[in-house]
């Protein structure tokens, strides 16, 4: 090291060239380092979001979530899934391990999404992001007027977003709140059936009406114009005339099929700004930009953008970054000139001159301006852990110079002006002890690199500027300290520098005085020495259990608070808002409060506000907080009310307990039981759970096999359910400047389950092919029954012509037949008449036989009146006798009367014989004419009849198969009839969780509750016994995280790093004293400086928490810096002859000033920030940290000037008589040599 010290003083114009050099690229780095409030980090995590529009929360976690989460869990690397579904979307979180390469990961879980995009449902959207540090907003404002937010909205986009992502630095503007509009076309029903239409039809239609087509390009001559087809409407009228054709009614206006109107998109939040309803803007910066540097911007902008919104707009800052960083880094900045200055002041008291307290104080800006230009060139932000240790590092850059100046003061004080030579001497005297000091307390950050998770995220940045800030220091204590000590350093006038010179080592000083004695007495009494530490160790130890514990503690702006109010799911986003409006209005008569802003809904939790609000700079932060939280407790109607600190968004205290199983019911009893015991822990505020209330759920039950059956999927009739109530995009056109999307539905939101089940469904591919397959069946059946009819009246014809041909048959031979039946009837009618003729003949021979007999009997008279009986009888006789002869004349008429029939049958037989003679010669025709008109006429009339009705069936026969044709030609525009919801599903009302929640693949529920007071800690061991009196039933497993699970993880690994740190000390001990014994004495230090470390934090009441647990890492490395400084010129006093008690105390005594020194210096130097002089925001960890180093180096130093050179006393003592023993059993005569005895 003296080499380049002597480098340095023979370059002494290069090295003050540097030196300049230095402070201006120190300069350049202050003013080019990003500011930020944490250094940006990339947590190794991705979100996967995943849109299932209209899906219910358990719908979107096993139809989505699950897929994916089977598919990312495959990823390598991958430690933990976990996701939350709610009403149409889901978030899944795919965690891994630190150390890996994010961008390979997310590619990995971006391709294992994709292997799975097939089997989700066809309308799903997915985005996978990972995110940062830089997603937390630099700022966010609130954005008023007296426009409604309708028309609001837009101007912002227009005249506010657009300037404001312009802004150098800004990444993106996120607004919340819109109440945006679009044009909604709601179907009728009756008119689209009237007109035979369908709802896609009607949707395509508008499409390809909403926008013009380009058609390419145009030449005429040199010029060149674009051909554009159409015009896009530009009004709601305009839409409202789009015709859309009919196939039998010509075009029809669309408003004649359908309502057209503007109407608001169902929004997912309201904000309101103070009361007044408001739009939200989150502005975020790119990863590259200065938070404070943005924040300033777009706050400079903010009048601007009042005057181009106008009508009376306001921006109310709701948060903001700026404020909390300018301000703790001013006062971390203050912090560390304080301590800047105690710590020049402590050199200038103990050197008692101004040239080499100016020198030594040098070291510290250029050494913080290295780590500055350092900071920039590793791409590091000033932050509030960079900026911390640069505080820190305050107190410990100058320790490396203090102690050469100190030695150089010391060595040269004699001279009127030191040499080269003796800036050399007196640098190398101490230049190897001040090198192995720093490279141990630099090489305990090394181990910080193992550290994982936020706190190596976080502490890392921190330990690489201490590392660079202790290197610089030693850069400057080997090189500038000594030039510029060459060039002002002034010694005594010769004669009194040599007097003094000469009694120096023999000079013992007041507080060497005091020190010597108690010195030693330590030597000659260690077993008591050894005694009193073994005391204070196990004291120490025994303390530990009164320490409080906690995490990263709290940081951030304390005037910023974030209050969640959670009310029973079911609640419409309106509903939402009312009840929200009675929290604002507590919130307005709070005093306290500056201004809040009320964020109403979330994505898929309408019942979810949230109230950023910012309090007045007076107040007291706890007192306002609690007034805040039991004020909202009392007068919240219903719902859970949660007030946390705005650092919440950087950084949460929370614990949490975890449930998981596969039952639902199962686990929501758990843990509704869980919760109760939760809540009775003491110091446990805002425990929650986020088990989602159930809410009710209009559940279409799809009968799946009756719609298989019919072509339908549960996922089609759910985009069918969808598009009614949602209604689907037809595309968008430009109103008032503006982009308006315009939507088809079929039916108003607010439909009942009876609507809903009468809702159409469009006709499926399987539903037409079906109706088509059964008109052409019963076309088929038809067209076959005709033929057969067709057949049937062929054979009828047929058979009616054979009827005929054979009655023609028949009647020829029926005449035939005739004709002799004919000529018989008239032969027998001719032998009738001959007979009758005989007959009279007969009759007329015997009238007139008879005749002549009464011609000869007398003719009786009439006799007289009888008187006797001969009388009587004579008379009778008589009239008898005038009978007869009546009786003959009557026989005579008779017999004429036979004689005249006789003569006319003569005469008829005459004419018979004509006639017989006749029908002879014309038998022929009168047959076949009396056959037609007797015979046959009634068979030949039904023959008739029968052709008749043969030839009318005919004729609708084909008639019949006309219609067929014309039916099988229509057969192609046959469309089936549409189906409603309810022939498919049954609509039910029931109860549904709001929100489905998943760890690695088990459904989970999370209680979490907020620690009271700084005692995490404690808090956690009363949650961990009344977990542990919870029985979980069978399949239910319980899991402590949160906060707790972080700091034991922390722990553990900062644990890990001091072991490897102590390893890492003890090899650079080794290699400087080239021996293994003296670097455990030094070892001996690091456990007793925790004595003054943890006394320190139970003193001021400051928790054991992983700032804390840094500051113990660095005393290891500073604990033993001292010591080595000793033990070295200890070794040198050895190496000159002393014995080693006289090494021992010469070395202690000289080696007083400068221990204490450093010691008083860095103590004094970090002392504004361990009693947080400020206030600063940083104090989270620079508090803590500070507390430890200053109680662990007034211990360690106490320990360094009385303990370790006890311990070295001892091991000399062991060592002397060990070698003693050797000599004189190996040399008797050497054994009075007088040789100094070194330890190995």
Not at 304 to 320: H, K, P, Q, Y
Not at 633 to 647: A, F, H, K, L, R
Not at 719 to 746: E, P, Y
Request: charged share 20%.
């Amino acid at each position: 090291m003296s080499l380049l010290t002597r480098l340095s003083l023979v370059n002494r114009l290069v090295v003050a060239l540097l030196s300049i050099a230095v402070v201006i690229f120190g300069v350049v780095a202050i003013t080019a380092l990003k500011q930020e409030l944490i250094p940006s980090t990339t947590a190794p995590q991705a979100l996967v979001s995943a849109t299932y529009a209209g899906s219910s929360p358990q719908i979107v976690a096993d139809e989505v979530a699950d897929p994916i989460e089977q598919a990312v869990r495959s990823v390598t690397g991958v430690t933990k899934v976990s996701s939350s579904s709610t009403t149409g979307s889901t978030s899944i979180t795919v965690e891994w391990d630190y150390g890996l390469d994010n961008d390979k990961v997310l590619a990995d879980i971006q391709n294992a999404i994709n292997s799975v995009e097939s089997t989700l449902p066809a309308d799903v959207t997915t985005n996978v992001q990972q995110g940062s540090s830089d997603d937390i907003p630099v700022l966010q404002l609130a954005v008023a007027s007296d426009l409604p937010l309708t028309k609001l909205g837009p101007l912002v986009d227009d005249r506010v977003v657009d300037k404001l992502e312009a802004v150098d630095g800004v990444r993106t503007v996120q607004v919340s709140g819109e109440d945006t509009t679009r044009i909604e076309i709601t179907t009728k029903a009756s008119q689209l059936e009237k007109y035979d239409l369908t709802v896609a039809g009607v949707t395509q239609s508008i499409t390809d009406q909403l926008t013009a087509l380009p058609a390419g390009t145009s030449y005429d001559g040199s010029s060149a114009l674009t051909v554009e087809v159409g015009s896009a409407p530009d009004s709601v009228k305009s839409v409202a005339a789009l015709p859309i054709a009919t196939e039998k009614d010509g075009a029809k206006r669309l408003d004649q099929l359908a309502t057209v109107k503007i109407a608001s998109i169902e929004r997912t939040s309201i904000s309101r700004a103070d009361g007044r309803p408001a739009l939200g803007l989150a502005v975020l910066k790119s990863s590259d930009a200065d938070a404070v540097a943005v924040s300033h911007a777009v706050n400079g902008l903010t009048p601007e953008l009042t005057r181009d919104l106008g009508n009376n707009a306001s921006f109310t800052t709701v948060f903001d970054q700026s404020p909390l960083i300018e301000e703790s880094l001013h006062d971390l900045a203050t912090e560390g000139g304080l301590g800047l200055g105690f710590a020049v002041l402590i050199i200038l008291v103990f050197l008692l001159s101004v040239r080499s307290t100016v020198i030594t104080a040098i070291s510290i800006p250029l050494s913080l301006l290295i780590a500055m230009v350092g900071l920039w060139a590793a791409d590091y932000s000033l932050n509030l852990f960079t900026l911390a240790a640069l505080t820190i590092a305050v107190g410990r850059v100058v320790d490396d110079s203090i102690v050469v100046i100190e030695n150089i003061k010391r060595r040269t004080g004699h001279t009127r002006r030191p040499s080269m030579d003796d800036i050399v001497a007196a640098v190398k005297e101490v230049g190897g002890a001040v090198t192995a000091s720093t490279l141990t307390t630099v090489a305990v950050f090394l181990p910080v690199a193992t550290v994982s998770g936020s706190t190596g995220e976080l502490f890392r940045p921190f330990a690489v500027t201490v590392a660079i800030a202790l290197t610089a220091s030693l850069f400057v204590a080997l090189t500038i300290v000594p030039l510029l000590a060459y060039w002002f350093m002034r010694g005594k006038k010769t004669a009194e520098a040599r007097e003094e010179a000469a009694s120096e080592a023999e000079h013992v000083t007041r507080l060497q005085r005091g020190y010597l004695p108690l010195l030693t007495f330590s030597l000659k009494h260690p077993v008591v020495v050894l005694g009193v530490a073994g005391a204070i160790l196990a004291g120490t130890l025994g303390a530990t259990s009164l320490l409080k514990t906690d995490f990263l503690g709290s940081f951030g702006d304390d005037r910023a608070l974030l209050v969640t109010q959670t009310l029973p799911a079911g609640l419409r986003l309106e509903a939402t808002a009312e009840k929200a409006a009675q929290v604002e209005s507590e919130l307005a008569s709070n005093r306290d409060i500056k201004n809040y802003q009320a964020t109403v809904g979330q994505p898929g939790s309408p019942n979810i506000v949230t109230y950023s609000i910012t309090l007045n700079d007076t107040v007291d932060t706890d007192a306002a907080t609690a007034n805040l939280r039991s004020q909202l407790v009392e007068s919240s109607d219903g719902g859970d009310i949660v007030v946390q600190p705005g650092s919440a968004a950087y950084s949460s205290n929370d614990l949490t307990v975890t449930l998981s199983g596969d039952d639902a019911a199962t686990l929501r009893t758990a843990s509704d039981e869980l919760l109760g015991m939760v809540k009775q822990v003491p110091q446990l505020t805002d425990v929650t759970s986020n088990l989602s209330d159930e809410r009710p759920l209009l559940r279409v039950a799809i009968n799946r096999n009756r719609a298989a059956e019919l072509g339908f999927t549960q996922g089609e009739i759910g985009a069918a359910v969808s598009t009614a109530l949602q209604g689907s995009k037809a595309g968008s056109i430009t109103l008032d400047n503006d982009t308006t999307d315009v939507f088809v539905r079929t039916h108003a939101p607010d439909a009942t389950p009876k609507q809903i089940a009468a809702l159409k469904l469009p006709v499926s591919q399987l539903q037409q092919q079906m109706a088509v397959d059964k008109a052409t069946d019963a076309l088929d059946a038809r067209s076959d029954e005709l033929s057969d009819q067709g057949d049937a009246l062929s054979d009828r014809s047929d058979a009616l012509t054979d009827k005929q041909k054979d009655l023609a048959d028949r009647q020829k031979a029926t005449g035939e037949e005739q004709q002799d039946k004919a000529n018989a009837k008239a032969q027998d009618g001719k032998n009738d008449l001959l007979d009758s003729r005989d007959d009279a003949k007969d009759a007329v021979s015997k009238a007139k036989k008879a005749l002549a007999n009464a011609k000869k009997a007398p003719v009786p008279t009439p006799p007289k009146p009888p008187t006797t009986p001969d009388e009587a009888a004579a008379l009778q006789f008589q009239i008898a006798q005038k009978q007869y002869l009546q009786e003959l004349g009557a026989r005579e008429g008779a017999i004429e009367q036979a004689r005249a029939g006789v003569k006319q049958a003569e005469s008829g037989v005459d004419q018979l014989d004509d006639q017989v003679k006749s029908t002879n010669e014309q038998l022929s025709d009168s047959a076949q004419q009396q056959a037609q008109s007797d015979a046959y006429s009634n068979e030949s009339d039904q023959l008739s009849d029968e052709g008749d009705a043969l030839q009318d069936e005919q004729k609708k026969l084909t008639d019949e198969q006309k219609d067929l044709a014309d039916d099988q030609k229509d057969l192609q525009d046959l469309k089936a009839r549409p189906i409603e919801v309810g022939d498919v599903a049954k609509v039910v009302t029931e109860n549904a969780p709001s929100t489905v929640r998943r760890e690695d693949g088990k459904q989970a529920v999370t209680i979490t509750g907020t620690p009271g007071g700084t005692d995490l800690g404690a808090v956690n061991t009363a949650l961990q016994a009344k977990v542990a009196e919870f029985t979980p039933p069978a399949g239910v497993q319980v899991v402590q995280g949160g906060a707790s699970a972080d700091q034991a993880k922390a722990f553990s690994q900062l644990g890990l790093a001091m072991g490897l740190a102590i390893v890492l000390v003890f090899i650079i001990m080794v290699a400087t004293f080239k021996s293994l014994v003296q670097p455990l004495i030094l070892l001996v230090a690091i456990p007793f400086a925790a004595t003054g470390a943890l006394g320190g934090l139970l003193v001021t009441g400051t928790p054991l928490g992983v700032p804390a647990m840094i500051g113990l890492l660095m005393l290891i490395g500073i604990v033993v810096t001292n010591a080595i400084v000793l033990i070295d010129l200890i070794n040198h006093y050895r190496l000159r002859g002393e014995d080693p008690l006289t090494a021992i105390i010469d070395g202690a005594r000289l080696r007083l000033r400068p221990i204490i020194m450093t010691a008083a210096a860095t103590v004094f130097a970090l002392l504004p920030m361990g009693l947080g002089i400020t206030g600063a925001g940083g104090g989270f960890i620079g508090k803590p940290l500070a507390v430890v180093v200053i109680g662990g180096l007034v211990s360690s130093t106490l320990l360094t000037l009385l303990l370790v050179p006890t311990l070295y006393g001892l091991v000399a003592r062991v060592a002397g008589k060990k070698a003693r023993a050797q000599l004189a059993a190996a040399a008797p005569a050497r054994a009075e040599e007088d040789t100094p005895t070194t330890i190995s």
